[in-house]
């Protein structure tokens, strides 16, 4: 049982290992393609070799977001992450990440709302981990709204704080909303889903939280189709 033990503990390190090396072999190459697929968008004249290069970049883009997820994930498996707490003036905070994520938002028609209740709100946190928690959240809000709004608001409750993002996007069914938390699962899976992704997002943002004494709830209803 001892032997058995350490070769799964040691397979398991030379699995994190090994996505920690691809990853970061295949984003170096991939961040000179999307600066030339950058060059080529400003530079074109011909309007079908822009469009080709903005599907470079798109594409390229989305590749990016799956091979740093999947670095994320290594990293908290092999125990690297470490915190680093200092003090944080949330509604300045979330305001920032808000009119960052604005843009994206409006591009599909849809407004981004701040809510932040208290101006003086503080907290003792790491930022830079609540910020990849809160970005997760923000781009599957946007995500899989495709009318109505995007809310980031805190609150200071009796519990401690709270920071919430709501939408009115099509809703996850009671059944399905532990499974969303799970490494490469979503609610649509299988080759007929209906929206790209990993999986992966919210299984980091809750592990995330865990390292920072936090916790994640979803509170959702499926939409109806009149």
């Known amino acids: 049982l001892m032997a058995a033990k350490e070769k799964a503990e040691e397979m398991s390190r030379l699995k994190t290992s090994f996505l920690a090396n691809m990853s970061h072999e295949l984003r170096t190459p991939l961040i000179g393609i999307l600066g030339y697929a950058e060059i080529m968008q400003d530079t074109l004249t011909d309007t079908e070799d822009r469009e080709n290069a903005s599907g470079i970049h798109r594409t390229g883009k989305r590749l990016l977001n799956t091979l740093n997820l999947i670095l994320e994930l290594s990293n908290l498996e092999s125990g690297n992450v470490q915190v680093q707490t200092e003090e944080l003036?949330?509604?300045?905070?979330?305001?920032?990440?808000?009119?960052?994520?604005?843009?994206?938002?409006?591009?599909?028609?849809?407004?981004?709302?701040?809510?932040?209740?208290?101006?003086?709100?503080?907290?003792?946190?790491?930022?830079?981990?609540?910020?990849?928690?809160?970005?997760?959240?923000?781009?599957?809000?946007?995500?899989?709204?495709?009318?109505?709004?995007?809310?980031?608001?805190?609150?200071?409750?009796?519990?401690?704080?709270?920071?919430?993002?709501?939408?009115?996007?099509?809703?996850?069914?009671?059944?399905?909303?532990?499974?969303?938390?799970?490494?490469?699962?979503?609610?649509?899976?299988?080759?007929?889903?209906?929206?790209?992704?990993?999986?992966?997002?919210?299984?980091?943002?809750?592990r995330y939280l865990e390292k920072i004494g936090g916790s994640i709830s979803v509170d959702s209803e499926p939409v109806t189709k009149l």
């Open 89 to 206: 003036h949330l509604c300045q905070f979330i305001s920032e990440l808000a009119e960052r994520y604005r843009h994206q938002a409006e591009a599909k028609g849809l407004a981004m709302i701040l809510d932040c209740g208290e101006e003086s709100l503080t907290l003792h946190t790491d930022k830079d981990l609540l910020t990849v928690i809160l970005e997760s959240l923000l781009k599957n809000a946007i995500l899989y709204t495709n009318t109505g709004q995007v809310l980031l608001g805190c609150r200071r409750t009796t519990e401690g704080t709270t920071i919430r993002v709501q939408d009115t996007g099509i809703g996850i069914r009671k059944e399905d909303q532990e499974k969303v938390f799970e490494e490469f699962r979503q609610v649509s899976e299988g080759l007929s889903r209906n929206y790209e992704g990993t999986g992966l997002g919210l299984t980091i943002a809750r």
